[in-house]
């Protein structure tokens, strides 16, 4: 790395008189003359470590696209990704945990402490202030009244 890319590294990162210490920092890089025993073997070990790195970069980059376009074919991904939040890959996990079926539900199980658990509303004429949430909106109760 010469003195201008280190400057400029540095200037992007705001550094306080970045020129004065890119060119310090090369000139004490150059005054280093020591070199440790495996030296070689070790720059080696960790370029061989750093493109495998990339390569692994570069192969996630492929599966996230094959999963984008994937997903882009499904019949809900529009709607999914109209969402505010939802992007291709979160929609894809969706689809992935619902297996496609975004109409059906599990009900809550659990204790009514249980922030899973809804009541649902007693009589269809009850005030909405009463409404504890979609339950109520579909007729599905997720618990028995006592």
């Not at 929609?91 to 899973?116: H, R, V």
């Not at 009463?130 to 909106?137: F, K, L, N």
Request: hydrophobic fraction near 40%.
């Amino acid at each position: 790395m010469g003195a201008a890319r280190l400057e400029r590294w540095l200037r992007d990162r705001h550094a306080y008189n970045a020129g004065d210490i890119a060119a310090r920092a090369i000139e004490a890089a150059n005054a280093q003359h020591t070199t440790v025993i495996g030296q070689a073997v070790a720059a080696s070990v960790v370029a061989r470590l750093a493109q495998t790195v990339l390569d692994l970069n570069a192969e996630l980059a492929d599966v996230d696209a094959m999963i984008e376009a994937t997903f882009q074919k499904h019949r809900l991904a529009g709607i999914i990704t109209s969402m505010p939040g939802f992007g291709s890959l979160l929609g894809a996990e969706l689809i992935a945990a619902t297996n496609g079926d975004l109409t059906t539900s599990t009900p809550p199980t659990g204790s009514p402490e249980s922030p899973a658990w809804h009541p649902c509303r007693a009589t269809p004429d009850e005030s909405a202030a009463t409404s504890y949430g979609p339950a109520d909106t579909t007729g599905d109760c997720c618990a028995s009244s006592t």
